[in-house]
């Protein structure tokens, strides 16, 4: 059955996908041992994190073949299987890896046909709702790929198709082939560059954007402290992120307590107003929200609903300027 949620739906883009306010992001849930991972992840918490997030009203799942090396698709799968709910599935190509782990990028007609087949297997589905460039690399391949992506979609196993990470220049230039469903950029209080050239592109354009971590990876829940910056993995990526390091690490942890002070006012987490911050921008179709338990979705899920006051957001706006990085 289709959950019908609460909170009004958004069109993504130019197509006919309505999507929720917030989606959850499969990200850490590819599991450690990988050069972009989050430390080890229990598979069955995973699971229960994308079963509690679709049973609270969330309408879509983005994910990509790179999280984990597959892991990640792998457990959306499962995920599918074992719930009556049927969620949009949306993810990514462009990035691969060799037997010994090593990633590389490839956007050849070949490689791209390779990878559409292997995420429909590990997904379990028959089409893909939204299929995505990862990255334009290598760059000279992004025609070449878009061309493919176009021609699969054609052929139905794409249901609809756009990019990520893509400047404006680059975004012109795959148009010229077929129109661009969405954009998945990275965009929160602390990644404000989008805001200048690509929000107005994009809303000019009519193309959809889904901005991933919100939430600064973490960073504005309100359970990071330097503590826990210094504990994190070994293999958790998060250690080398120039937010998560001084100086801007102080800062950062000061923001999140005018966060926390917002928030407390409505009884939500500052991961919530964080998230809440990013869908005030009228050029946001709807932002990627990660769990890593049920637990953790049932903290996040109140940014389904909860938006800020212009008042509040003026606030954060005058913390952020005051307090440049």
């Known amino acids: 059955m289709t959950t019908t949620p609460s909170p009004a739906l958004r069109t993504l883009g130019n197509s006919d996908l309505h999507l929720t306010p917030i989606g959850f992001g499969a990200w850490a849930i590819g599991g450690g041992n990988w050069e972009f991972a989050w430390g080890p ?92 460039i990862h990255w334009p690399n290598p760059e000279q391949e992004i025609e070449e790929g878009w061309e493919t992506l176009a021609k699969f979609r054609e052929q139905g196993k794409l249901r609809w198709i756009g990019v990520s990470n893509f ?23 602390l990644r404000r560059a989008i805001e200048e050239e690509i929000l107005p592109f994009a809303q000019a354009n009519n193309i959809g954007v889904i901005n991933y971590s919100p939430m600064v990876s973490g960073l504005l829940t309100g359970k990071m402290t330097a503590e826990r910056v210094a504990a994190l993995p070994a293999d958790d990526w998060r250690r080398r992120a120039v937010e998560f390091n001084e100086p801007r690490l102080s800062r950062n942890l000061q923001l999140v307590e005018l966060l926390r002070e917002i928030g407390s006012a409505h ?57 440049p990085a």
């Open 167 to 189: 400047s404006v220049e680059q975004m012109k230039r795959v148009q010229k082939i077929a129109p661009i469903t969405s954009l998945q950029p990275p965009y929160s209080m």
């Open 267 to 323: 009884n939500v987490s500052p991961g919530v107003v964080a998230v809440a911050w990013t869908l005030h921008h009228p050029g946001i179709t709807a932002a990627i929200v990660g769990g890593r338990s049920g637990q953790q979705v049932e903290g996040l899920v109140p940014a389904l609903e909860f938006r800020l006051s212009a008042q509040e957001y003026g606030r954060i706006n005058q913390f952020l300027a005051a307090n």
């Open 41 to 132: 992840q229990e598979d069955s918490e995973s699971i229960d994190a994308i079963h509690r997030a679709l049973d609270l009203g969330i309408n879509w799942i983005d994910t990509a073949a790179i999280y984990g090396l597959g892991h990640s698709e792998e457990i959306v799968g499962k995920a599918l299987k074992t719930t009556s709910h049927k969620p949009l599935v949306f993810t990514k190509c462009s990035m691969r890896w060799h037997e010994d782990r090593s990633i590389y990028r490839s956007l050849k007609a070949a490689s791209l046909a390779e990878e559409i087949e292997n995420s429909l297997r590990r997904l379990g589905v028959e089409t893909i709702d939204l299929y995505q």
